[in-house]
């Protein structure tokens, strides 16, 4: 009897003994695996807004693609597990992160740390929907060379005629075209809109608009720079002998305003600039500079 005791009482401490080791490994996989869940979470964000805020400045030289990867993991202290930063101008950045991590239970069974690694991919595509736009548009056979100056006509008995057209964007009018100009549209326009085009004496109202613009800021790349007018790209729709009454959207360009207006000349001058913005990607739109930025992986 005293021998059966003493058995039952040997294998109830086997058990207690497994049962503690068990727990204790349960324990050591709930608090180590929730600091592991914790800190790739929040390394994946940190490399997810590198990627997105470089691929803001894919149309830029790979250097400033560079800096702003590494500015905003600096803002989100994480500088230090940068691997690589992968860019391929004009198309996708690739941000690669590693972060070694200490951990606490674990490290009974020998394992002291682990390597936590994340990849975040942002690619730029062809704008196709997007809010904000100038009441101004560009036919979309014109090729546009970025960096060369154009000028674009608002004389009243040209407005609606030629390579570029002025369109009556919320409900027309001069006093409706110059708040749009400066604040821009307020809906949505996308590839296949139809819209009319303004006619009228606008150009008094061009020039009081381009002159609050053109002082508004003083650096292109400024992300928030008024002089920065998002164009709607376009083809005649509508023809009524010389006048073109309608154009159906096709895309959309970036057009940097160079110069105060001269009021003599009724025309604006500027350069088309290669830029992302906010709005969608569609793949029918036509590719004129003006491109949106997304994550990918």
């Keep these: 009897m005293f021998q059966f005791w003493k058995s039952e009482k040997g294998g109830a401490t086997l058990l207690v003994a497994l049962a503690f080791t068990g727990l204790l490994a349960l324990t050591g996989l709930v608090v180590d695996g929730g600091l592991l869940y914790s800190t790739h979470a ?9 990627a997105l805020s470089g691929g803001q400045e894919l149309t830029r030289d790979e250097t400033v693609v560079e800096g702003i990867v590494e500015e905003t993991l600096t803002h989100h202290e994480e500088l230090s597990s940068l691997q690589d930063t992968v860019v391929v101008k004009d198309k996708r950045v690739t941000v690669r992160l590693t972060k070694p991590t200490e951990l606490t239970f674990m490290k009974l069974f020998g394992i002291d740390n682990v390597d936590i690694n994340v990849k975040a ?25 970025y960096g ?3 000028t674009l006509k608002v004389d009243e008995e040209e407005v609606d005629t030629g390579n570029f057209g002025v369109l009556a964007l919320a409900g027309g009018g001069a006093k409706t075209y110059e708040q749009t100009l400066i604040h821009g549209f307020d809906q949505e326009l996308k590839v296949g ?44 729709h509508n023809h009524d002998q010389n006048q073109m009454k309608e154009v159906e959207i096709r895309g959309f360009a970036y057009f940097y305003l160079t110069e105060p207006m001269d009021g003599n000349e009724k025309e604006i001058k500027g350069e088309f600039i290669k830029r992302t913005g906010q709005g969608f990607e569609l793949d029918e739109a036509a590719e004129r500079g003006a491109f949106i930025v997304r994550l990918t992986e």
């Design 193 to 236: 809109d139809i819209v009319e085009t303004e006619t009228g004496n606008i150009a008094g109202k061009t020039k009081n608009a381009t002159d609050i613009l053109i002082n508004s800021c003083d650096n292109m790349y400024e992300r928030d720079c008024p002089r920065v007018l998002l164009i709607p790209v376009y083809k005649p």
């Design 121 to 145: 991919t942002a690619r730029i595509g062809v704008m196709g929907r997007a809010m904000g736009a100038a009441p101004l548009g560009i036919d979309e056979s014109i090729e546009l060379v």
């Design 148 to 150: 060369q100056e154009y």
């Design 42 to 50: 929040h390394l994946q964000k940190a490399a997810n807004a590198a």
